[in-house]
């Protein structure tokens, strides 16, 4: 798979996995991309890694899932990391 279809790829993976995960996880279409793409490396790498099978081919469907899969868990992260910044009041 290209490089190029590697970023619709993760694009459209983060998109929905914050269509399956919305909250305040911040960040634009840059972040999404970046956290998709993210998402989608960890999920070919956990799915070639267990399962047999990665990110391969664009139009497979175990390539969605991993990628989306990944994009889930980094996106659940990411919530964890920025979700932390308002302070307590005394």
Do not use: E, N
Not at 35 to 61: E, K, N, T
Not at 69 to 75: D, E
């Amino acid at each position: 798979m290209g490089f190029i279809a590697y970023l619709i790829l993760g694009l459209i993976a983060g998109v929905i996995a914050k269509m399956i995960l919305p909250g305040r996880q911040g960040g634009g279409w840059i972040a999404t991309l970046i956290l998709g793409v993210i998402g989608a490396a960890l999920g070919g790498w956990i799915g070639s890694a267990v399962f047999g099978v990665g990110v391969s081919s664009f139009f497979d469907i175990s390539t969605w899932l991993c990628a989306i899969g990944g994009s889930l868990i980094v996106l659940i992260i990411w919530g964890f990391i920025t979700g932390r910044k308002h302070t307590a009041k005394a």
